[in-house]
């Protein structure tokens, strides 16, 4: 079944992480194709400085905030019930919000593993859940999962979880969301430019240099420019495109894995001596 393609214009969005990174630039790019914004994030004066920034860019764009810890389910209950008193219809939501922990299993702790859960898989859950009532045919749902939720590289064992378990579940609900007319995106970013790397936390009695290390070394990999990737997810919502891999970090080892599955180390060998290549070829 096809849909028509998403309009933008008059629609009411909801999208979480909206206070920064690719989160802001979604916001700001709705916002220039005249939708209603419903904006989440924990950091209150990060959002206000976004909304504000919107308003006086967007003359007359209809901006409205709210603030939640995305962790506590409790705080994303309220933040479900404060969403429904805000609107009557949701015509796409876009759950953006994510967190990163880098660590070997038996390094991390249980209360940091279920923390990653929590944000980047349970909260998506229960916030659809609750709004998909509200979110008519001709709707679109979208969720921010990882090129770690197509591959498991190791020290990643909550964070690929997460994002493989936001994978499974987008997959599933397109199938029985396709019928009534609403469409599904699962979004699998490479390494996008954002503030992921510096907020992550490192699981490990680590000290404070081999910390800052990992955070550096995780930083690096983040080099596809984040309004780029927000250019290319509301492409992905026109088209009703199920599945956008952004960035060849992401497609190499997508195509890598499924060809020829194998230990992620190995992977990671050859799709950079692929993507070496592909440098040149365009060179």
């Known amino acids: ?30 916002a220039e194709r005249g939708s209603t914004l419903l904006l989440v994030d924990r950091d209150a004066s990060r959002l206000d400085a ?14 409205t905030t709210f603030v939640a810890d995305l962790a506590d389910r409790d705080a994303v209950e309220h933040l479900a019930t404060d ?52 979110i008519s045919p001709g709707g679109h749902i979208v969720n921010v999962s990882s090129l770690f939720g197509l591959v498991g590289p190791k020290g990643q064992t909550a964070y690929s979880s997460s994002k493989f378990a936001l994978r499974g579940f987008t997959e599933a609900l397109r199938n029985e969301l396709l019928p009534r007319g609403i469409g599904t995106t699962s979004v699998h970013p490479g390494g996008i430019r954002t503030d992921i790397a510096r907020n992550a936390r490192i ?34 919502v026109k088209a009703r495109t199920p599945r956008l891999l952004i960035g060849l970090s992401a497609k190499v080892p997508d195509v890598v894995a499924r060809v020829a599955p194998m230990s992620f180390g190995t992977l990671e060998r050859r799709a950079t001596a692929l993507l070496r290549l592909a440098g040149k070829v365009r060179r």
């Open 1 to 30: 079944m096809s849909i028509r393609p998403f309009q933008f214009a008059g629609a009411t969005a909801v999208l979480t992480g909206a206070a920064g990174g690719m989160g802001e630039h979604l916001a700001r790019k709705l």
């Open 50 to 63: 976004v909304a504000s920034s919107i308003r006086s860019t967007y003359p007359g764009s209809r901006v």
């Open 203 to 236: 699981g490990g009695n680590l000290s404070e240099a081999e910390v800052r290390k990992a955070k550096d070394d995780f930083d690096k990999l983040l080099t596809f420019p984040a309004d780029q990737a927000a250019e290319l997810i509301l492409g992905a």
């Open 83 to 134: 969403l429904l008193a805000a609107t009557d219809t949701v015509d796409l939501l876009i759950n953006n919000a994510g967190v990163a922990l880098a660590g070997k299993f038996d390094q991390i702790s249980m209360e940091d593993f279920d923390w990653v859960m929590a944000i980047n898989f349970s909260a998506p859950v229960l916030l659809t859940h609750r709004l998909l009532p509200t």
